[in-house]
T-cell receptor, first 112, second 113 residues
Framework: GEDVEQSLFLSVREGDSSVINCTYT??????LYWYKQEPGAGLQLLTY?????DMKQDQRLTVLLNKKDKHLSLRIADTQTGDSAIYFC????????????FGAGTRLTVKP | DGGITQSPKYLFRKEGQNVTLSCEQN?????MYWYRQDPGQGLRLIYY???????QKGDIAEGYSVSREKKESFPLTVTSAQKNPTAFYLC????????????FGPGTRLTVT
């Protein structure tokens, strides 16, 4: 199974907040990431958090990290139709920072 | 205009043919990566290179080969030995292997029939 797990689908109304959740298994993860992928495109780095932090905010995006539960979430405030995409959670491990593990992605659909 | 370019965006090949996917970056990054993406799955690492003239196998290297003769270029060859080559291929780079931020190219969709 996946080392990084995400629910596959999320649907919200425009203007609502979206919360995308992720769990990971490696307690030695150094960085945890959120990427956005639009149809037919590459991955866009949205934000990342160092494992000794528990929160990071960047405009409409808020990342929360619960290291005890190995749970990462991405909250998008005031969700817009342009936020519709697949969101990937990923972790990397300091000892082998070339080893980046991705979840299967959460497809966010924003309804007008 | 800095970034990572991959060409072509779509590629079609007959079974049994080798095909090379291009990845170029002008970000002056040392580390470069190739991933494969299949529908409904996360990305899987094929090969990576931390520095020119050096590269390492990732999780699914069988049936693939790479070279890193120049810092800015990291081409991937999908050989006829790769059993299921049809996929979306993504190239990425980082300033150095210890850096946090990894950036992706736009991808190449390879279809083999």
């Amino acid at each position: 199974g996946e080392d990084v797990e995400q629910s596959l689908f999320l649907s919200v109304r425009e203007g609502d907040s979206s919360v995308i959740n992720c769990t990971y298994t490696d307690s030695s993860s150094t960085y945890l990431y959120w990427y956005k992928q639009e149809p037919g495109a590459g991955l866009q780095l949205l934000t990342y958090i160092f494992s000794n932090m528990d929160m990071k905010q960047d405009q409409r995006l808020t990342v929360l990290l619960n290291k005890k539960d190995k749970h990462l979430s991405l909250r998008i405030a005031d969700t817009q139709t342009g936020d519709s995409a697949i969101y990937f959670c990923a972790e990397s491990i300091w000892e082998n920072n070339n080893d980046m593990r991705f979840g299967a992605g959460t497809r966010l659909t924003v309804k007008p | 205009d800095g970034g990572i370019t991959q060409s072509p965006k779509y590629l079609f090949r007959k079974e049994g043919q080798n095909v090379t996917l291009s990845c170029e970056q002008n970000l002056n990054h040392d580390a470069m990566y190739w991933y494969r993406q299949d529908p409904g799955q996360g990305l899987r690492l094929i090969y990576y290179s931390q520095i020119v003239n050096d590269f390492q196998k990732g999780d699914i290297a069988e049936g693939y080969s790479v070279s890193r003769e120049k810092k800015e270029s990291f081409p991937l060859t999908v050989t006829s030995a790769q059993k299921n080559p049809t996929a979306f291929y993504l190239c990425a780079s980082k300033e150095a292997s210890g850096s946090a931020e990894q950036y992706f190219g736009p991808g190449t969709r390879l279809t083999v029939t």
